[in-house]
């Protein structure tokens, strides 16, 4: 396994937050024409290839019989876990706005962050029970007005939501299955691995053929989701390599500010594309405190010793 470096550990996740925060706007423009499916297959395959390339040039291919059976187990269940989070990533933006997605979503890091603690022996202290508690009262304020939606009928915006709370808990497999495979593989050589095994997974339900009904606009959303699988996920990768599980997770839930800036940025630049976050005051500060919860787990430490 690398050696721990807190310092590129926090840069790595803080790229990793920046690019899965655009991420979903441009998923949402995709997801117009194209099967989630289909998208998340094309990412897979441009993955695989980008990265299998570039780790050949390198020499550094994997060799997989190097696992051994526990090795292989967490191999695959990274994989489904990778797999199935970025398809229903994809098919929550059929019903939900992406800053909404984006918010769900971050109950990833708060759960990956607490199963760090059972399965690498993390220690999980004050400050980041604090944070945690933050972020979930963050997530109530911004959802205040849908609230009773979520709880009393089963509408197309509850359906997202479900779609999205699932996509939250398969990547949780991943983010474990990954770091484990750390005492075999650098996380490039991991990440090869599981984009492969995706990418074949996903290939009996997918529609290539779908890209010819695409736009210029689409095609080049779609580009970006491709080339954000490979900076997004390799940035994480080696954060997770460098740094504390729980430190990377809380780091990432910066994700929404961003989705929510992005968001809003793009609407007054081409408004005929894309929706400002449809938000009132309480949901803009629900979406603060969930960061501001995330952040204080990363560093509360500090705070409250400041303060001993």
């Known amino acids: 396994m690398p050696n721990q470096n807190p310092t590129a550990g926090m840069l790595l996740a803080l790229v990793t937050a920046l690019f899965w925060g655009a991420l979903p706007i441009a998923m949402k423009q995709a997801v117009e024409v194209m099967a989630p499916f289909t998208i998340v297959w094309y990412r897979f395959v441009t993955a695989s290839l980008g990265l299998g390339l570039w780790l050949y040039w390198r020499k550094q291919l994997p060799a997989p019989k190097a696992l051994g059976v526990a090795g292989g187990i967490s191999l695959i269940l990274a994989s489904i876990g990778l797999a199935g989070n970025f398809v229903l990533f994809n098919s929550a933006l059929e019903y939900l706005n992406p800053p909404v997605v984006q918010v769900i979503i971050q109950l990833a890091p708060v759960i990956l962050l607490l199963s760090s603690v059972w399965v690498f022996k993390e220690k999980l202290g004050r400050h980041q029970i604090i944070g945690v508690t933050c972020l979930l009262f963050g997530l109530l304020l911004f959802f205040n007005e849908r609230l009773v939606e979520l709880f009393t009928s089963f509408t197309g915006y509850t359906r997202g ?56 606009r689409q095609l080049g959303m779609l580009a970006f989701c491709c080339i954000n699988t490979l900076v997004g996920y390799g940035a994480f990768a080696e954060a997770m390599a460098r740094w504390q599980a729980s430190q990377v997770s809380a780091v990432i839930t910066l994700a929404p500010l961003f989705t929510i800036l992005f968001v809003d940025l793009a609407s007054l630049i081409w408004p005929e594309f894309f929706a ?16 501001s919860g995330a952040m204080f787990c990363a560093i509360g430490h500090k705070l409250i010793g400041q303060h001993k």
């Not at 984009?195 to 210029?216: G, K, N, R």
């Not at 976050?277 to 960061?291: K, R, T």
């Open 161 to 216: 939501v479900m779609l999205a709370v699932l996509a939250a808990l398969v990547w949780v497999i991943y983010g474990l299955a990954q770091k484990l495979m750390l005492k075999y593989f650098s996380s490039p050589q991991i990440l090869l691995m599981i984009y492969v095994i995706c990418a074949l997974m996903l290939t009996p339900v997918a529609s290539p053929e779908q890209i010819l009904l695409m736009d210029q």
């Open 276 to 291: 400002a976050a449809a938000l009132n005051v309480l949901g803009y500060v629900g979406a603060v405190v969930v960061v």
